[in-house]
Every structure is written in structure tokens, then in C-alpha cells.
């Protein structure tokens, strides 16, 4: 099992109209997620660092982790203008 925190910067500034597409998106895309990635949490703000919010993933492993990124990135490309990663293997 890995653990992978997802720091992300969002597009600024953005539209109403493209915060509520980016928001239908991925309330979609979190509905299509395999049982392989888990998202622990989201959450908005990233105190100490350039980046808007970050996510706690929990995988079953490293190549389930590559395909939901694939995927993920797909989605998010037009909004999540960056993103940093950081993995663990849990103990």
C-alpha cells in the first residue's frame, strides 16, 4: 500500500462558469475512481507552500497509482495548472 499527498495550483483567475465545470468534473471523475485509489481527503488550503489545496490518496499500489494519474491529469489538466506529489509506503 502507498500513500501519496497531491499538492495542486489552480488556473487564476478563473470564471464562475469555469469553476462550476471544473467542479462538476471532478465530483464525476471521483464517482468513476476504482476501488485500487482511495482519496482519504481534500483540502482547500496548503498553508506554507505556493500551492492552493492538496489531497491524501491511499493506493494498492504503485502501477494502480500510474493509471489513476493518467486519468486524473486528463481530467484536471485545464484547471490544476501544477501539481507535487509525494509518496510513502505505509509500514
Do not use: C
Amino acid at each position: 500500500m502507498i500513500g501519496v499527498v497531491i499538492l495542486y495550483k489552480l488556473k487564476t483567475p478563473m470564471s464562475k462558469e469555469e469553476v462550476k465545470k471544473a467542479r462538476e468534473e471532478w465530483n464525476k471523475f471521483k464517482k468513476s475512481m476504482t476501488k485500487d485509489v482511495k482519496l482519504i481527503g481534500e483540502y482547500a488550503h496548503a498553508w506554507g507552500t505556493s500551492y492552493n489545496g492538496f489531497m491524501i490518496m491511499e493506493a494498492k499500489s504503485f502501477d494502480a497509482f500510474q493509471k489513476f494519474w493518467e486519468k486524473f491529469r486528463n481530467v484536471t489538466r485545464w484547471y490544476a495548472i501544477e501539481t507535487h506529489t509525494i509518496f510513502g509506503e505505509k509500514e
